[in-house]
């Protein structure tokens, strides 16, 4: 021990128990994941609102997390600052985890300041790590060895300390040689030396085990390498997990139906004259749709495990939306059956836009009862749309073709789309199946009678 140390111990231990006390007083609340329902497990961090010292209000939104279905936006638990960033995008963490604190209104940024744990850190010759995040509702002492209520009985010399912190050593990790277990600045020397060593054998190693790789395969080395390697974000996973349950469990059979669009385009033109607004493609279908099942009740339904069946008295149809960044959502017209087709185009423009701008709640994409998926507007002729499950149908709708495009040039130029039935044959059979497709059609190629059903 050099000349000077012993009669600064008691200075020290003054200062480190007046540091602990700011530690302690200081009152923080944890931004935890949410769980938004009752399938939510974990949450995947993609933006934070607010920046490290920014003042927050109570329920003022303050990171955004993706997941299965939407983004949504987590709100402040308190009014104060945004003192620490926990989890930063992309993270991914179960729910309950938490995102980051907030200090508390009242508290000063002076206090803030002295008692940041880097700080206390560096005057304890503690590690950041050992001084743990504090909420309001219990606050902690570092958890060291040789902890007493007297306080901490983990000491470093200044000078260890100084040399520490100029070799980056984390002196919880130092062995102490001095009186009473006391760390020297001999001692953090001596562990930088055995450490510098230990990485050195290590890259040595390493090196020799590189060395040791056997030699590709011809198919290894033929193999392209990837350019970029991306993660799934939380909603292509629960795409991509939805799917793959979709086609191994559902048997699914498509049916497909060429409908004329010739009294449908009048009713459009019509109906803008009538009310100065344009009545939907995909509205006049999911109107039809959701009528035409209430004449096929048993599959407006759900199989729920093998032997159940589900079968709903109102029809909630999801509307497919793709988002310009990549991925899905399909957000749901409650009671379709219900609605007019002017009502329903109403609700698509509005769910759609909420869609495409991230602000989608749960409530809004959960509890269909069947699919439109409307390519259409893409130029695909037609398609064969995967189950949403656990619905029991989807309706896929192609482009609208004129004239040569038809199939022949039928009904005289008259515009016509490709509507596929896409059913699960768990449920019913092709020919209620068939049924149904030929009712949607009648109602498609007859509008006004959607006005009646």
């Known amino acids: 021990m050099r000349l000077g140390e012993s009669s600064s111990l008691d200075d020290e231990e003054e200062e480190g128990s007046k540091l602990l006390g700011m530690i302690s007083n200081l009152k923080l609340k944890d931004i935890l994941m949410p769980r938004f329902d009752p399938e939510m497990k974990s949450g995947r961090v993609v933006e934070w609102l607010k920046k490290e010292g920014e003042r927050v209000k109570k329920g003022e939104p303050v990171v955004r997390i993706d997941t299965e279905k939407v983004s949504l936006d987590v709100e402040s638990p308190e009014s104060g600052t945004l003192a620490k960033i926990l989890v930063n995008p992309p993270e991914e963490v179960p729910v309950g985890t938490p995102l980051g604190s907030i200090r508390l209104e009242g508290e000063t940024e002076q206090v803030a300041s002295e008692t940041k744990p880097e700080f206390a850190a560096a005057q304890l010759g503690v590690s950041e790590a050992q001084i743990p995040s504090q909420e309001s509702s219990k606050v902690g002492m570092p958890a060291v060895a040789g902890e007493s209520e007297r306080g901490l009985e983990f000491r470093a010399s200044p000078s260890a300390r100084r040399t520490a912190r100029e070799l980056g050593i984390d002196l919880s990790l130092v062995k102490g040689t001095g009186p009473g277990g006391r760390i020297t600045s001999e001692d953090v020397e001596r562990y930088y030396e055995q450490s510098r060593q230990t990485s050195?054998?290590?890259?040595?190693?390493?090196?020799?085990?590189?060395?040791?790789?056997?030699?590709?395969?011809?198919?290894?080395?033929?193999?392209?390498?990837?350019?970029?390697?991306?993660?799934?974000?939380?909603?292509?996973?629960?795409?991509?997990?939805?799917?793959?349950?979709?086609?191994?469990?559902?048997?699914?059979?498509?049916?497909?139906?060429?409908?004329?669009?010739?009294?449908?385009?009048?009713?459009?033109?019509?109906?803008?004259?009538?009310?100065?607004?344009?009545?939907?493609?995909?509205?006049?279908?999911?109107?039809?749709?959701?009528?035409?099942?209430?004449?096929?009740?048993?599959?407006?339904?759900?199989?729920?495990?093998?032997?159940?069946?589900?079968?709903?008295e109102d029809v909630d149809v999801s509307i497919a939306v793709a988002l310009e960044g990549g991925g899905l959502?399909?957000?749901?017209?409650?009671?379709?059956?219900?609605?007019?087709?002017?009502?329903?185009?109403?609700?698509?423009?509005?769910?759609?836009?909420?869609?495409?701008?991230?602000?989608?709640?749960?409530?809004?994409?959960?509890?269909?009862?069947?699919?439109?998926?409307?390519?259409?507007?893409?130029?695909?002729?037609?398609?064969?749309?995967?189950?949403?499950?656990?619905?029991?149908?989807?309706?896929?709708?192609?482009?609208?073709?004129?004239?040569?495009?038809?199939?022949?040039?039928?009904?005289?130029g008259s515009p016509v789309c490709t509507i596929t039935l896409v059913f699960d044959h768990r449920i019913t059979d092709g020919a209620e199946a068939a049924k149904l497709l030929e009712k949607i059609k009648e109602y498609i190629e007859s509008p006004y009678l959607l006005q009646m059903a």
């Open 200 to 312: 050195q054998a290590q890259a040595q190693q390493q090196r020799a085990a590189e060395v040791a790789q056997p030699i590709p395969s011809a198919e290894q080395a033929l193999r392209p390498t990837p350019v970029k390697v991306k993660k799934l974000d939380a909603m292509r996973t629960s795409i991509a997990q939805k799917m793959v349950e979709s086609w191994t469990k559902i048997p699914q059979v498509p049916l497909f139906v060429e409908v004329d669009l010739g009294e449908t385009e009048k009713f459009r033109a019509a109906m803008e004259k009538m009310i100065g607004r344009s009545v939907s493609l995909t509205a006049i279908v999911t109107k039809a749709l959701a009528s035409a099942l209430r004449h096929f009740p048993d599959l407006n339904s759900r199989l729920e495990g093998e032997e159940e069946l589900h079968i709903f």
């Open 329 to 412: 959502v399909a957000p749901v017209i409650r009671s379709a059956n219900r609605k007019t087709a002017t009502q329903i185009t109403h609700e698509i423009e509005e769910l759609a836009a909420k869609a495409r701008s991230g602000k989608l709640s749960l409530s809004e994409v959960r509890g269909g009862t069947t699919t439109v998926s409307n390519l259409s507007s893409f130029g695909v002729d037609y398609f064969i749309p995967i189950i949403n499950p656990p619905q029991a149908t989807i309706l896929g709708v192609g482009k609208v073709r004129r004239g040569e495009e038809a199939a022949g040039g039928v009904r005289g």
